[in-house]
Each structure stands twice: as C-alpha cells, then as structure tokens.
C-alpha cells in the first residue's frame, strides 16, 4: 500500500533493508562504510530528505551517515494500523544498523526521530556510542505538538494542486522563504488515483497515536538512564521544545551538552542546516571522533 504514485523528480533510495515483520526499510548513506556510523532518524511526517544536507557534511568529515525513512512514511512500507508504535520503529533501528555491519551507531534523532532514538537506547535496547536530539525531550508544549498534528491531519481528501500544497507548507512554516519552483515538493506527497496529491505518509499512522501522556512518562524514565555522551539541540524559534523544556531535560541528564540554534524553528536541520551539522560534527568530533 502507498499513498500514490511517486512523483517526476522523487529521489529514488539508495538501498532497502527488511525491518521488523519483513517491511522494506528505505534509506540513503553518505561517507566511507569503515567510518563511524550515524544513523540520522526524521520527525513524523519528514523523510529521509530532511537529512541530506547533514549526511553530505557528515561525510565529508569523515562519517558514515545514514537516513532512512521510517515506517508509513516516504519510500519505506505501510504497515497494519497496530504497528506504528515505538517499539516498532526501535526494532527497524535495529535492523538498519545489524544491515550495516553492527557498529555502536551514533543516533541523531529529530522529535518523532529523536523519542525513538531515546527509547533505544533508554531502555537498552541497542548500545549506541553518542547520541544527538534535535528538538526533542520528554517535556514538550501541547500547544506546539497541536499545532504539529492540526498541520499534519489537514486535508485528509487530498490538495488539488502542489501550489495548494506550498501554501499549506508555507503557512505552517511562515519563518521560511517560499519556494520559487514546486518541484521540491514532489518528495512530500505522492499523486493518488483520486488526481489529488496526498502527503506520503500512511494516515493509518495517524490514528494509532496512542496515548500521550504514557509516552512522555516513557521518554522520562528513558532520560533518567543515559549515561553516554549526549547533545541536546533546539530550535530557537521552536514552540515544540521550550527554553523551559530543554532545561528540565539538562537537569535530567548534566552531563549532557546543549546548543540552541537561532532564527532554527521545530524543524532545526531544514532551518539552519549550517549552524546544526557544525554544532553535531563539533560535538562528535570531541566524544566519537572518525579516524
């Protein structure tokens, strides 16, 4: 099951692996195999291609960087509506870096991406050599999570046109230039039979969200553990993750680094990918060095 048809100009992935239950995994490497492995995870509703300007940089410093989209999202498989949940998404982790050889990975996760990479490793579920959270820590805004889920549950019908697709984007992202060309778009949705451009995500993902506050108790107790190196790092305009927020997390782990990231909203690599993969490779290059 797909949301539609890919789109002319949709990067096709540069590898599959089989995740958990079978499902195809989709995903892109950047870097020397023999390098440390970081294994980049998106938030909900992103793809793979939120990472791309971070796996080059990575490479280039030497790193083996991989971004794969999660289950029910992009170019990887849809799966029954009760097998979106978190632990799901820790087993495809694991089976992504097993197919690459093993290696204590490095986890960079961005909110959805980032809780998962938490729970990995929170519940030691996988050894990881360092791990990076974009935006993401156990105390959130509800306010900024609605707003999160009101943008991601518009137009379950489908947008007529991908100007009406930029324009949904772009109100949801009033602090980012708009676009001159579509074409960027084709990555975000896929045509359905209906002629209506659908978001790639499965929306059967949507509705097994599951309930909140569990969760959140669950990332809490998973901050209590880590003992590895950690960088937090926050979007300076974000109203997902608050000033507040960030804090209550480095009082849980104080042994973790933090960076905030000016004029970077939720979506912090996407805003200023510059400052963002300076700030990582700063961090990695200290704790994880590549040889």
């Not at 204590?104 to 050599?129: F, N, Q, T, W, Y």
């Not at 880590?226 to 608050?242: I, K």
């Amino acid at each position: 099951m797909s949301a539609g048809e890919r789109l002319p100009g949709t990067p096709t992935p540069m590898h599959t692996w089989i995740g958990a239950g079978g499902l195809t995994i989709a995903g892109d490497t950047w870097g020397d195999p023999n390098g440390p492995l970081v294994v980049l995870q998106h938030g909900g509703g992103q793809t793979r291609h939120a990472w791309k300007g971070a796996g080059e940089t990575l490479c280039n410093a030497g790193y083996h960087a991989v971004a794969f989209d999660a289950r029910g999202h992009g170019d990887s498989g849809w799966a029954p509506a009760d097998e979106y949940g978190q632990a799901y998404m820790v087993k495809d982790l694991i089976c992504v870096v097993q197919a690459l050889g093993g290696k204590r990975p490095i986890l960079v996760g961005a909110s959805m991406g980032g809780g998962v990479s938490l729970i990995a490793i929170g519940e030691s579920h996988l050894d990881a050599a360092a791990l990076v959270l974009v935006d993401m820590a156990p105390q959130i805004e509800p306010e900024g999570s609605r707003r999160i889920q009101a943008f991601m549950d518009q137009k379950p019908e489908g947008f007529d046109s991908l100007q009406e697709v930029a324009d949904a984007i772009a109100n949801y992202q009033p602090h980012r230039p708009r676009p001159r060309l579509l074409d960027g778009l084709a990555k975000n949705v896929r045509l359905g039979t209906d002629g209506k451009y659908h978001w790639h995500w499965d929306p059967a993902r949507r509705r097994a969200r599951g309930d909140q506050t569990t969760r959140r108790e669950r990332l809490h107790a998973c901050a209590n553990n880590l003992t590895l190196p950690t960088l937090l790092v926050r979007g300076g305009l974000s109203d997902v993750l608050s000033e507040a927020g960030a804090q209550s997390f480095l009082k849980q782990c104080p042994h973790a680094e933090y960076v905030n990231v000016a004029n970077a909203a939720h979506m912090v690599a996407g805003d200023r990918n510059d400052i963002f993969a300076d700030s990582v490779i700063g961090f990695l290059k200290r704790v994880a060095p590549a040889r």
